[in-house]
């Protein structure tokens, strides 16, 4: 989690210092780096789900009968 914090600050630095043009290329590099890092943590426990198929066990955050699989 430390480590986290240190890239995102790392990676965040330049964001002070506009291209010549004036555009925050840096702020929109770390927008777009934030946007997939949250587009892959959403992807990997549905991933995850789906491969293990019947095995899968719900757990006590479960909807019950209203979820729509196959447990």
């Not at 630095?13 to 290329?25: E, Q, R, S």
């Amino acid at each position: 989690m430390l480590f986290g914090a240190v890239f995102a600050f790392v990676i965040t630095i330049p964001a002070y210092f506009p291209d010549k043009a004036g555009a925050p290329v840096a702020f929109l590099a770390v927008t777009s780096v934030s946007v997939i890092g949250l587009y892959i943590a959403y992807t990997i426990p549905v991933f995850l789900r789906w491969r293990a198929g019947s095995r899968f066990v719900p757990g006590p955050w479960t909807l019950g009968a209203k979820y729509g699989g196959s447990t």
